[in-house]
């Protein structure tokens, strides 16, 4: 009985604790409604807080926020302190009464400080520690255009990014260090990704406090012929005059343009490196392992890409909507082809992969409409799904001896296509395969035992269609899922 009386009683002292708490907040929220100052004509405003002998003070003009403590016992306790900066949030011209406002939340210890005109929010925190711990600091990040970039402030740091700039029709960016804001000096640290997207820019600066740069940073920028990075720069550098930006630590080519020459030294290809240029042609130097996503992509003007026999692999979308490209050929030691990797490469003729190849990523070559002939090396043991979907002229497919899966979609829609031969280690073929090859007559399977397939693998195709399986299998054809509709 003695354990029960515990229990209820630590449960009653919980409650009561909780409903405490509440009141507390309860009565903060309706002392600050009732007690803080109003006037939309006033300059300053006071703020009280929870504790009685503090207050925050508020130029409505400005947005410089004060804390005010007094006493009744010792003069020498009482203070006014800036929370953060003495620094006005806007210059003279643009300080307007009224403009800031204050705003208590369920916290002691923090308001929020809304900027009536912009809608900007600052976290504003204070403290009983005197200028111990006291912050005034934006809620997220402040926005703010400054010429012709518009910049991104970190007042915690007082770094700043680059997120936009306007079409300057001079073409010529220089990236300054440092810029002015609110009464403090920020550094200019980043560029975000889609920043310069400025057809007209040819040529750009990067400054010596630039320390990030977004993939996809220079998007489409395609008259963009000069970069250079300033010597004093301690994380990208454009060595031997190359006209590209690269990450010194890794070797990592970053951004290129239409006139950039990629040093010996450099070890990969970055995302979105080039993505967008106009750049006609591109030598790859040996050393190179990696080309990253989207690296070529959207290259309209891109002819002519020779490969390294370095290169190990070639990621997603990489050379996707290469318009122009006529001609691909896949080093030696390349055993993986991404994802849409030469996707809608509809001029491209010739493709020839390598023997190291394992597999071949969903979409690499969807849409390449031009291609006529496809030999799969020896190696490949996996088509992706989509891998030659929509291929329309493709007259003549060799598939590998060792294929296993024939992924979903892989080759619809290759109306051109005549005649297959499936090979003997086939496993699988999924849905879609081969859907919608309108004019292809012939298939001869050499599996003894029937490949998995779905009822739609084969669909679309011509009824009088020729299929042919090794002999003596016919009876397991007919009775497997999906070949009984075209087993005869």
Same mark, same amino acid.
């Given at each position: 009985?003695? %354990? ?7 449960? @009653? ?18 002392? +600050? ?7 939309? !004509? ?77 809608? %900007?929010?600052y976290h504003v925190q204070w403290s009983q520690k005197g200028n ?6 934006? +809620? ?25 700039? +306007? ?78 930006? =690269?990450?010194? *630590? ?21 995302? !979105? ?11 790859? /130097? ?26 190990? *692999? =070639? ?35 010739? =493709?020839?992969? *390598?023997? *190291? ?19 799969? /090396? ?18 003549? =497919? ?18 051109? @296509? ?21 004019? +292809? ?8 035992? /029937? ?14 269609? @020729? ?7 016919? %009876? ?13």
């Open positions: 009985m003695k %354990k029960y009386s515990v229990i209820v009683f630590l449960g @009653l002292f919980l409650l009561l604790c909780v409903f405490n708490i509440q009141a507390q907040q309860t009565e903060q929220r309706q002392f +600050l409604d009732v007690h803080h100052s109003v006037g939309p !004509n006033t300059n300053y405003k006071l703020y009280p807080t929870f504790n009685m002998y503090t207050f925050l003070k508020l130029d409505t003009r400005y947005g410089i926020v004060t804390q005010v403590q007094y006493t009744t016992d010792n003069d020498s306790k009482e203070f006014e302190t800036y929370l953060d900066s003495p620094y006005p949030l806007v210059p003279d011209s643009e300080a307007v009464v009224g403009r800031y406002e204050l705003y208590p939340t369920s916290n002691y210890w923090t308001f929020m400080l809304l900027d009536q005109i912009t809608g %900007k929010i111990e711990g006291i912050w005034h600091i934006p +809620l997220c990040t402040m926005e703010e255009w400054k010429d012709d970039m518009k910049f991104k402030f970190d007042s915690e740091h007082l770094t700043a990014n680059i997120s936009d700039v +306007l079409w300057n029709m001079s073409g010529n960016y220089v990236i300054p260090s440092e810029i002015n804001y609110a009464g403090n000096h920020y550094n200019i640290v980043g560029i975000e990704s889609g920043s310069f997207t400025d057809p007209y820019m040819t040529s750009i600066v990067i400054s010596k406090t630039i320390r990030k740069i977004d993939k996809g940073a220079f998007y489409r920028c395609n008259r963009l012929d000069s970069i250079v990075v300033v010597e004093d720069n301690t994380v990208y550098d454009s060595r031997e005059g190359c006209n590209a930006i =690269i990450e010194t *630590s890794t070797n990592k080519l970053i951004c290129g343009c239409n006139t950039t020459v990629i040093p010996q030294d450099v070890t990969i290809i970055g995302s !979105n490196a080039f993505s967008g240029s106009g750049i006609k042609s591109i030598v790859i /130097p040996i050393g190179v392992q990696s080309i990253g996503d989207y690296a070529f992509f959207d290259c309209n003007n891109l002819v002519s890409v020779v490969l390294p026999d370095s290169l190990r *692999s =070639i990621n997603e979308n990489a050379f996707q909507w290469c318009r122009r490209l006529s001609e691909i050929v896949i080093p030696s030691k390349v055993d993986y082809i991404g994802k849409g990797a030469f996707a809608n490469c509809d001029n491209l003729t010739s =493709i020839t992969l *390598s023997d *190291s190849l394992r597999m071949i990523g969903e979409d690499a070559f969807r849409g390449c409409n031009s291609l006529s002939e496809l030999v799969i /090396p020896s190696g490949v043991k996996y088509i992706g799904a989509g891998a030659f979907r929509g291929c329309s002229n493709l007259t003549s =497919i060799t598939l590998s001896d060792s294929l296993r899966i024939i992924g979903e979609d892989a080759f619809k829609g290759c109306n051109s @296509l005549s005649e297959l031969v499936i090979p003997a280690n086939v496993k699988r073929i999924e849905t879609g395969a081969f859907a919608n090859c309108k004019n +292809l007559k012939k298939i001869e399977i050499q599996a003894t035992v /029937p490949p998995i397939i779905e009822e739609t693998t084969f669909e679309g195709l011509d009824k009088k269609i @020729l299929i042919t399986v090794p002999a003596g299998t016919a %009876k397991h054809y007919k009775r497997a899922n999906g070949w009984y509709l075209l087993i005869n």
